[in-house]
């Protein structure tokens, strides 16, 4: 047998299974995008760097565990920031609580417990709900544009959707889940087509399986109805308010999704405070933020174009944005973006 055929061959099978294993090609059309990274994580490497190094080798074997089990596609990394696209949003949420909750069962460097950013936390029932690095993840779904990267010959995204999806992401706290209106929009629908088919299999069945079941709830502050549980996902649904992202001028209801299994997390809300009417030079000069915009404990106060009705959100500054540190401005993860 020909030795260069063999190696050739070899060389086409390891090809195979590697685009098996990290497939090239992503969903297109509606995307479910979700923004993940590690909060405090430059503070955790100078915190202790070997015990860093194997937390982020596990973090990162986890993530690409858990998207392959639910379909997702990792579109790109930068550091422990990853941007990854879903075909639905139930798939997208059902990773991100998977993912929480691996987190937690992580056997872990036992030093990197002394940081603030990885020590073990108990609820009220002595249920382990922090442990380890605390990964803020942001979900939002749309029609992004989807191209091949001529240099990576992989699909990328780009687009508003993107930009939003990774304003969201920049929203939470270490171990929180913030999703758009959109996201439980298409919760709401996939679960009860869930239910729907869970029908039709089991005709005899005289009740619907609690596993389908979509509790709802109404708020009457903002007079809307939403999901209060997603059982297929093992989460319940907490309404954070309304809010609007710098560069948008919608106002948008942001959620957040909490593990069954986690309910004893707690995060501070996001801070809002209301706006008053200003004129467009006053409008355009809060518009970015500045060195006094920077409190010492790295909270940065971004505005909106602003309304009388609309909030300004204080972002907590993280590495994503030039401006907003939000995911890959700088890297590409969000290319389009426009201050």
């Not at 505005?303 to 909030?311: G, K, N």
């Given at each position: 047998i020909n030795a260069e055929y063999m190696g050739a061959n070899y060389d086409v099978e390891k090809e195979h299974v590697e685009k098996q294993k990290f497939p090239t090609q992503g969903p297109t059309g509606n995307v479910a995008l979700v923004f993940t990274d590690i909060e405090g994580s430059t503070a955790l490497w100078e915190f202790d760097h070997d015990a860093m190094r194997v937390t982020m080798s596990k973090h990162d074997r986890i993530l690409r565990q858990v998207l392959r089990e639910f379909g997702g596609f990792e579109v790109k990394t930068e550091g422990d920031a990853f941007m990854i696209a879903f075909a639905c949003a139930l798939d997208a949420a059902q990773f991100a609580v998977s993912v929480q909750e691996k987190l937690v069962h992580e056997s872990w460097p036992k030093d990197i417990f002394a940081s603030q950013y990885c020590?073990?936390?108990?609820?009220?029932?002595g249920t382990v709900i922090f442990k380890g690095p605390r990964v803020r993840?942001?979900?939002?779904?749309?029609?992004?544009?989807?191209?091949?990267?001529?240099?990576?010959?992989?699909?990328?995204?780009?687009?508003?959707?993107v930009n939003y999806a990774a304003r969201v992401a920049a929203t939470g706290q270490g171990g929180q889940i913030v999703v758009s209106q959109g996201v439980i929009n298409a919760l709401t629908a996939e679960e009860r087509i869930e239910a729907e088919r869970g029908r039709r299999v089991s005709k005899t069945q005289t009740t619907k399986s609690r596993s389908n079941t979509v509790f709802v709830r109404e708020n009457s502050t903002l007079g809307d109805a939403f999901p209060e549980r997603l059982n297929s996902c093992g989460c319940q649904i907490e309404l954070l308010g309304e809010f609007t992202l710098k560069g948008f001028k919608n106002v948008e209801l942001l959620y957040q999704l909490v593990p069954l299994s986690l309910q004893g997390r707690s995060f501070d809300k996001l801070s809002v405070a209301p706006m008053s009417p200003m004129s467009p030079a006053e409008d355009e000069l809060q518009g970015e933020p500045s060195a006094k915009d920077v409190d010492p404990n790295g909270e940065i106060s971004v505005?909106?174009?602003?309304?009388?009705?609309?909030?300004s959100v204080h972002l907590r500054h993280h590495k994503w944005d030039h401006d907003l540190d939000i995911p890959g401005h700088s890297s590409g993860i969000v290319e389009s973006y426009e201050a």
């Open positions: 020590r073990i936390e108990e609820d009220d029932y993840m942001g979900i939002h779904i749309g029609e992004p544009v989807a191209q091949t990267n001529p240099v990576t010959q992989r699909t990328d995204y780009y687009g508003s959707v505005a909106a174009p602003r309304s009388p009705s609309r909030t």
